[in-house]
């Protein structure tokens, strides 16, 4: 199987024939096991494997991108090599590290996923994006609409005027802007998070640098006192 190990940054030019990206959420993502009809990994990537090999042009390849925080806990490499001889596809697969995710996503043809967020980062660098699980972001314009067996062939553009409109609706409403593994401390809340506006969270104004003043907790009406 080809092996692609080295670490490329944004300048580097990746010597890959024409590709689509097929980026791997953790094993134990719960989006895998709620939001989607795999039982695995492993059977996302067999899914994958069987329609790319029945229906994708010959002169492409597919790039598994294996998840950063999932080191140490699942490794597909030997796998890959053992089950790729029964789709014929030993040289028309990579298996990847340490890539440089944005460059993957500007030279990809289309990204494959289950519903990972790399879908998000695919729409905005306007690589377009076949889902196969149940993501917030699926719908007519920022997503093929047919089955991943037309999409090797036929991908829709993404509507970035669309994608614009509907990344502010989830910084307004949905998304926060924080860290998994810190604090951010620009924030100067406790939870070093800033919280979407209609968020019944904590929330305040405060000028970098200065001590953190107090939380002011923005209350909720009841649904009987409201309007």
């Excluded at 989006?31 to 492409?60: C, D, K, W, Y």
């Amino acid at each position: 199987m080809p092996w692609f190990t080295r670490r490329l940054n944004a300048t580097d030019g990746l010597r890959l024939p024409p590709f689509f990206l097929v980026p791997l959420q953790t094993h134990n993502d719960v989006q895998i096991h709620v939001h989607s009809a795999f039982e695995s990994i492993e059977t996302f990537i067999h899914r994958v494997l069987t329609s790319f090999a029945e229906q994708a042009p010959a002169e492409t390849c597919l790039v598994f991108k294996h998840h950063p925080l999932d080191r140490g806990y699942r490794e597909y490499g030997r796998w890959l090599r053992e089950i790729l001889p029964r789709y014929g596809l030993q040289e028309r697969v990579f298996y990847v590290h340490d890539v440089h995710l944005p460059t993957l996503l500007d030279q990809a043809l289309g990204t494959v996923v289950v519903n990972s967020t790399v879908g998000l980062s695919s729409i905005l660098h306007k690589t377009p994006v076949c889902v196969l699980g149940e993501p917030i972001y699926h719908m007519p314009g920022l997503t093929h609409q047919g089955p991943l067996e037309t999409f090797w062939n036929t991908r829709e553009p993404v509507d970035s005027a669309l994608f614009e409109k509907f990344r502010v609706w989830l910084l307004m409403h949905n998304q926060a802007n924080g860290h998994f593994y810190r604090a951010l401390p620009a924030y100067g809340n406790h939870s070093g998070v800033a919280w979407p506006p209609s968020f019944p969270l904590p929330t305040h104004e405060f000028e970098p640098g200065k001590l953190t003043p107090p939380i002011v907790f923005t209350p909720v009406k009841p649904e009987s006192e409201a309007a």
